[in-house]
Nanobody
Framework: QVQLVESGGGLVQSGGSLRLSCTFS????????MSWYRQVPGKQRELVAT???????IYADSVKGRFTITRHSTNNTLVLQMNSLKPEDTAKYYC?????????WGHGTQVTVSS
């Protein structure tokens, strides 16, 4: 069973930074396409950023230039570095992994940005 465990959320002031981590419980880390999603209560979960197994990256327009997604095979970790945070970035952030139709989600970590 694959498990994804997020950490690093919290409360930060507008303009601040946070670093989210997602630890992946399998040795086959390199085969997965991995993403961060976020969700606000009452709204659909939205894609924030993706890093594919070939290390290509995709970002939502709302976070381009502020967020950076990276993957680290040495410790099976996915990282989202979030800079210049805005109140509208407040959400629960979820780690996601997919490979040939197999999909897994973490339980999420809350990010709150105060104005």
């Amino acid at each position: 069973q694959v498990q994804l465990v997020e950490s690093g959320g919290g409360l930060v002031q507008s303009g601040g930074s946070l670093r989210l981590s997602c630890t992946f419980s399998t040795a086959m880390f390199s085969i997965w396409d991995m993403s961060w999603y976020r969700q606000v209560p009452g709204k659909q979960r939205e894609l924030v950023a993706t890093v594919t197994r070939t290390s290509s990256t995709i970002y939502a327009d709302s976070v381009k230039g502020r967020f950076t997604i990276t993957r680290h095979s040495t410790n099976n970790t996915l990282v989202l570095q979030m800079n210049s945070l805005k109140p509208e970035d407040t959400a629960k952030y979820y780690c996601h992994a997919t490979y040939v139709g197999n999909t897994y989600w973490g339980h999420g970590t809350q990010v709150t940005v105060s104005s």
